[in-house]
């Protein structure tokens, strides 16, 4: 029984543990940003790249950082779903109670995505149902669907259905200058109204990058690969399965390597051999490369936390995001909060004036204050404030805050 009770509280030490890691992720990624979520019009000549540190920073956010810590956060949620189910046991209530979480979350998402477009709350809500359809799924079709979304297939058909009968064909929608300029003017010098409006009006093309990216199939993957996990009681018995943990490291890490060769090799060799590749080949080759190259970095981050995890020099440097990824959704829109006050005009009004690498260190102070926040909050509260409000809306009742 202490065994038990000691592996428990050890999945929800993890757990939260790679939450808060994941969104040092997206607050580095976010603020390197700049919290525009969006092409800048041409007018604004390099953006966040003013000088050399600038472009390294940016070029390690996209290889080693861009893509996968949302990945990490998408496939907690899944799992997060099961950890409630389970304690339910499944019961009717629990799914009725979990769709109504779900609409909730879609109104403090859209009240996020009103400030800042890229909000991916929303996005969780929708999907967040085919949880609800698909946890009687048989284990192994549960996985099936899960990897066929995790790599992007559906995408990889898309664009290759492009590249074999529309060649040339620019697999890109056209962009239009002055609705880029339009607003970058308005979250840079427009009114807090405005900017609220504009974004209002944003939410449908958020759908439109969600598919052309393949990010909703990716993230809905995720949950269910969360899901799946959460079945086989992984993070429950972690510790058990040692080899097969270090095994997934070196098979990720062969996988990364193979991928980077493969791209050098084909859009390298293709180029020094005179061969002409179309836009939408290209997309679609390097596409399904970047995502594969994404899944097994994010694997071996993930897997990399619990090897770590187990060692004592680490344990207590790998808890410092414990309290951070328990009220990881206070921690994301409070990062948000920094960000809109930081870039847009209700606040300094800062965007596109700095660099990438000083974006980057006021990203990592600002999560550095989160830290030491969300530590003092769980010292004298029982959940995050957004937390609490959740909970409270999705129970009709006031829940218990203080300790």
């Known amino acids: 029984m202490e065994k038990l009770t000691e592996l428990k509280k050890d999945r929800i030490e993890i757990i939260d543990i790679l939450r808060g890691f994941a969104l040092l992720g997206i607050i580095i990624v976010h603020f390197i940003e700049q919290y525009y979520a ?7 000549k390099n953006f966040g790249a003013h000088n050399i540190a600038d472009n390294i920073v940016q070029g390690f956010s996209g290889m080693f950082v861009q893509g996968k810590f949302f990945m990490i956060f998408s496939f907690l949620f899944g799992l997060s779903f099961f950890i409630q189910m389970d304690r339910s046991s499944g019961s009717p209530t629990f799914f009725i109670r979990f769709a109504w979480r779900l609409i909730v979350l879609f109104a ?12 991916i709350l929303t996005i969780y809500a929708i999907l967040g149902f085919s949880l609800l359809l698909c946890y009687k799924l048989p284990d192994k079709i549960l996985l099936i669907i899960a990897l066929f979304l995790v790599f992007n297939i559906p995408s990889l058909g898309v664009r290759l259905y492009q590249a074999i009968f529309h060649g040339d064909a620019n697999p890109f929608p056209s962009t239009d200058q002055k609705q880029l300029q339009l607003y970058f003017d308005t979250v840079k010098s427009g009114s807090y109204l405005n900017i609220l409006k504009t974004n209002f009006y944003e939410f449908a093309t958020k759908f439109d990058f969600q598919i052309l990216f393949g990010r909703l199939y990716i993230t809905l993957g995720l949950f269910l690969l969360g899901l799946y996990t959460g ?3 992984f993070f429950e018995k972690w510790e058990d ?13 062969w996988v990364i390597l193979g991928s980077v060769i493969f791209s050098v090799a084909f859009f390298g060799g293709t180029q020094a051999a005179g061969i002409k590749v179309s836009t939408s080949l290209g997309w679609a080759v390097g596409g399904f490369v970047y995502d594969v190259f994404n899944t097994c970095l994010a694997t ?6 619990l090897l770590l995890f187990r060692k004592e020099k680490w344990k207590p ?3 410092q995001f414990y309290a951070a990824g328990r009220m990881g959704l206070t921690t994301y829109l409070m990062q948000a909060l920094f960000g809109f006050f930081i870039y847009f005009s209700p606040g300094l009004g800062l965007l596109g004036e700095m660099g990438a690498s000083l974006c980057l260190l006021i990203g ?14 769980l010292n004298n509260f029982r959940f995050g404030p957004v937390e ?5 809306l999705t129970y009709f009742k006031v829940q218990p805050m203080i300790k």
């Open 231 to 233: 079945r086989k009681n």
């Open 317 to 319: 440097r790998l808890m």
């Open 388 to 392: 609490w409000l959740w909970r409270s």
């Open 241 to 253: 399965q040692l080899p097969w943990i270090k095994k997934l490291c070196k098979t990720s890490l």
């Open 38 to 44: 969006g092409q800048p019009p041409d007018s604004v």
């Open 108 to 119: 403090i998402g859209f009240l996020h995505h009103l400030h800042y477009r890229g909000d």
């Open 364 to 377: 990592l102070t600002v999560f550095f204050f989160q830290i030491l926040f969300s530590k003092w909050w």
């Open 300 to 305: 071996l981050y993930v897997m990399g936390i």
